[in-house]
């Protein structure tokens, strides 16, 4: 598709559908505990796409002492030498294997886990083929790029017995677990509003202009673009510029922040194992409803990094959550400070001094890498991951369609709505 004008929401969707027409066994290697342990009881660990995300997840992973990553697959020459350079140095070795190709990752009979962290397009087609490798998975979020996908990636692995975690790590980060605790505990009253920030949604499908395409071993276009439709090279695109790009983001970048926060609205709400009924858009966000009568705001931000506008408490940071109930509210952000309108709760809140960032993946992974030896579910195992996605998913799809929609939870079908149905999954192409 050449450069265009920009369509409507309307022509945009039309043009975009018209293009679509058991038991496991645990490895010897993950039974030691978190103490020193010998290098046979350690986890070993496979890295799928390392880029700057990636590179902060794997860097908490290294100083963990039982687990070892031991490969990195990567289809950017550049960026799986630097990766084998970070963990070399660490481990004062030169051991860390590099592929091309991921699926020579996959293949390897000695690793136990893998970490996901390429671009969106990515995450299900690759955590699905691990987890059918018999691997344990932790992925990025958007775990999936549409509702079908994140619906077959839970499938999947329920169905092979393996440990996943969504890489929404504020499940783990201590001022949105005490937020959510003390939702659970009545302390705000019955809980009636929850407001999840979200990126201002955006539909873009022009093209970059074309330039020469590399050699596969410098980048590896095809499987870089993978299961997304095919397009000229343009190196913006390995860089990071195909944020907000249709084909390659999820719900027209609602989830950015969405998996993050609706998730934890989810959460507080009790609601991990369902999902909101009712979705209906309007140009400041997209008004949800649940079951038992619980409102979830997805609020649309239109600078998420600058002023958060009368809705939000700027100083708490990005990904900010607020919980509304009858008898007061909270907020909580990823300055790790919280703000409660309740004068009696302030004295309960997280110290200062001990408080820790939405970004840090510490605890989460610990919680991964436990559960993998354990193989007890995680904080974000795939069920959670999937109402939670899905609930963002038909928010984005109602906001696209500007529209309301009512979702089926069970069948996860929009009541009388062909359009919004055919929306829930996307044309793969053979990238094989």
């Known amino acids: 598709m050449p450069n265009t004008p920009h369509a409507t929401r309307r022509e945009f969707l039309q043009i975009a559908m018209a293009t679509a027409a058991m038991p496991y066994i645990v490895p010897a290697s993950v039974l030691g505990g978190a103490r020193a342990v010998a290098p046979s009881e350690k986890i070993t660990l496979g890295v799928i796409g390392i880029g700057p995300r990636c590179t902060y997840d794997l860097q908490a992973m290294l100083q963990l002492p039982d687990v070892k990553c031991v490969a990195i697959a990567d289809v950017q020459a550049s960026r799986r030498d630097a990766g ?199 140009d400041k966000g997209v008004t949800c409803r649940y079951e038992n009568g619980v409102v979830l705001i997805l609020d649309f931000l239109a600078e998420p990094f600058g002023n958060r506008g009368p809705n939000w408490i700027t100083r708490l940071g990005t990904c900010p959550v607020r919980f509304v109930g009858d008898e007061g509210w909270l907020e909580t952000g990823d300055s790790g400070e919280t703000e409660v309108s309740v004068a009696a709760l302030r004295s309960q809140l997280q110290d200062a001094a001990k408080r820790v960032t939405g970004l840090d993946v510490s605890a989460h992974a610990r919680n991964f890498f436990d559960c993998v030896k354990s193989r007890q579910p995680t904080v974000a195992n795939a069920d959670v991951m999937r109402n939670s996605h899905i609930a963002c998913h038909a928010a984005a799809l109602s906001w696209m369609l500007q529209r309301p929609l009512t979702l089926d939870p069970v069948q996860c079908e929009f009541a009388g709505d062909d359009e919004a149905n055919r929306l829930k999954s996307r044309p793969a192409r053979d990238w094989t």
């Open 84 to 282: 084998k350079a970070l963990v070399d140095k660490h481990y004062g070795n030169a051991d860390c294997r590099l592929y091309r190709d991921f699926r020579e990752l996959l293949a390897r009979s000695d690793i136990d886990a893998v970490l996901v962290a390429t671009g969106d397009r990515w995450h299900a087609p690759a955590s699905i083929l691990a987890a059918e490798a018999g691997k344990d998975v932790y992925s990025e979020k958007p775990c999936g790029l549409t509702i079908e996908l994140c619906q077959q990636l839970a499938v999947t692995v329920q169905a092979k017995g393996r440990i996943f975690q969504a890489g929404t790590q504020r499940r783990s980060v201590p001022n949105f677990q005490q937020a959510v605790q003390l939702a659970h505990a009545g302390r705000l009253g019955k809980l009636r509003t929850l407001y999840a920030s979200v990126y201002t949604p955006l539909l873009e499908n022009s093209w970059l202009p074309g330039e020469p395409t590399p050699s596969p071993d410098v980048v590896d276009w095809n499987l870089w673009l993978g299961p997304a439709p095919w397009r000229p090279y343009n190196r913006k695109y390995v860089e990071g510029q195909w944020r907000g790009q249709y084909d390659f983001d999820s719900g027209a970048r609602l989830l950015d922040w969405g998996a993050h926060t609706v998730d934890l609205c989810q959460w507080a709400n009790q609601s991990d194992h369902a999902m909101p009924l009712s979705y209906e858009p309007s």
